[in-house]
């Protein structure tokens, strides 16, 4: 067996580094998304009163963040 066919066995005979990779795909959400507390109760305050007046005027809400931050969560 080559070095090469050596290396690669290896390596792909060790554990993974991820517990689940499933969580790396973007569908992915998880069960609790800590430390939103503060971005949820504004977003409720800006459109409770369309539960309360359904049909009243609404305003827009802008969410930017990077990558990776968690916007589609919401």
Sequence with gaps: MSDTWRIIE???SKPSLF???ESLMPEHLPDKLPHRESEIRSLVSYFKH???D?????????IIG?????????
Excluded: N
């Design 19 to 21: 517990r689940s990779r």
């Design 54 to 62: 359904p049909g009243s005027i609404s305003q827009r809400v802008l």
């Design 66 to 74: 990077g990558v990776g931050t968690g916007k589609t969560a919401f």
């Design 50 to 52: 369309l539960v309360h």
């Design 10 to 12: 290896e390596e792909l």
